[in-house]
């Protein structure tokens, strides 16, 4: 059975684009290395922060690459090693 779904209802739903949710995540990994800023030195929270700086900037280039999701996924995973924001999980969120 074929779904009809009008114009009207497809520009007033939400749309979030990968870029949008990648941006997200980068950023949440910008939020947990300050948090940890006293554990590492100024040179490695400096180099951390210029490198997750310009991936967000260059997310839309990233995306649009054929093998966008392996690279994003890559990069998510080495933040996470430094970062550690994998482990980390909010309370309010456990059931």
């Known amino acids: ?3 009809v779904v009008s114009h009207a209802r497809v520009l007033s739903a939400p749309f979030t684009t990968h870029a949008d949710f990648y941006r997200a995540e980068f950023t949440r990994h910008r939020q947990c290395l300050a948090a940890q800023r006293e ?7 400096t180099d951390a922060d210029e490198a997750l700086a310009r991936v967000i900037s260059q997310l839309e280039q990233l995306c649009a690459q ?13 933040f996470n090693a430094v970062t550690g924001l994998s482990g980390w999980s909010d309370p309010t969120q456990l059931h």
């Open 66 to 78: 054929d093998d966008a999701e392996q690279v994003i996924a890559g990069l998510l995973r080495k």
């Open 39 to 45: 554990y590492f030195s100024e040179r490695a929270i």
């Open 1 to 3: 059975m074929a779904r």
